[in-house]
């Protein structure tokens, strides 16, 4: 699966919106960006995952560049409760194969 | 159940010591995966069931980690003779295989080996 880069640590003013950038410059022609996030002392939770098209649901929205070499997670209306770690992975979809975490982005959402 | 649960939630064990870690994933999910998560960094794969047949250990890190799901549902982590570099929250996840493959999580069995 192909490596991902993302930033440590952002901040965001709740109510505004968050935007958490991730490059993945190697990525394959059928490797999708899958997000996840990690609320403290809870395991991960899926967020959304696109391939080439932008993606939105009830959660975020997921931007992908036209190159597919980065992407940008869209937390529209960030609340105190979406303080955690989002962790960008890019990885075949249909497969039963595990997620590769790397040390994700901590966001914290500030009053 | 409603989602993946994992027991005990934390777990203190003595060098040198066995524990057993359970995960009890969500009921007809095919595809269950151990991952290990030490302080400060992302999770990392340790073990992948399809069913009752483990298809793939390369994460986990000596012999003395060994894991089963004998029935294809319930699995347990094992780890013998433990050491201070095992301490680590042990997570569990699982997925239904069809569709996208999205791996619902446990919250976490965190084991601290004094």
């Known amino acids: 699966d192909a490596k991902t880069t993302q930033p440590p640590s952002m901040d965001c003013a709740e109510g505004r919106a968050a935007n958490l950038p991730c490059n993945h410059s190697?990525?394959?022609?059928?490797?999708?960006v899958y997000w996840y996030r990690q609320i403290h002392s809870q395991g991960p939770q899926y967020i959304i995952h696109?391939?080439?098209n932008n993606e939105t649901n009830e959660m975020a929205s997921l931007i992908i560049t036209e190159d597919r070499k980065s992407s940008t997670l869209i937390l529209p209306h960030a609340t105190l409760r979406d303080t955690a770690v989002y962790y960008c992975?890019?990885?075949?979809?249909?497969?039963?194969?595990?997620?590769?975490f790397g040390s994700g982005t901590q966001l914290t959402v500030l009053p | 159940g409603a989602g993946v649960s994992q027991s005990p939630r934390y777990k203190v064990a003595k060098r040198g010591q066995d524990v057993a870690l359970r995960c009890d994933p969500i009921?007809?999910?095919?595809?269950l995966f151990w991952y290990q998560q030490a302080l400060g960094q992302g999770p990392e794969f340790l073990t992948y069931?399809?069913?009752?047949?483990?298809?793939?250990k390369s994460g986990l890190p000596s012999d003395r980690f060994f894991a089963e799901r004998p029935e294809g549902s319930v699995s347990t982590l094992k780890i013998q003779r433990t050491q201070q570099e095992d301490s680590a929250v042990y997570l569990c996840?699982?997925?239904?295989?069809?569709?996208?493959?999205?791996?619902?999580f446990g919250p976490g069995t965190r084991l601290t080996v004094t």
């Open positions: 996840a699982s997925s239904n295989d069809r569709g996208r493959h999205e791996q619902y």
């Open positions: 190697t990525i394959s022609g059928n490797e999708y």
């Open positions: 696109g391939l080439k």
């Open positions: 992975i890019v990885r075949v979809s249909g497969s039963a194969r595990q997620l590769t």
């Open positions: 009921s007809g999910h095919v595809s």
């Open positions: 069931f399809q069913n009752e047949a483990q298809l793939d």
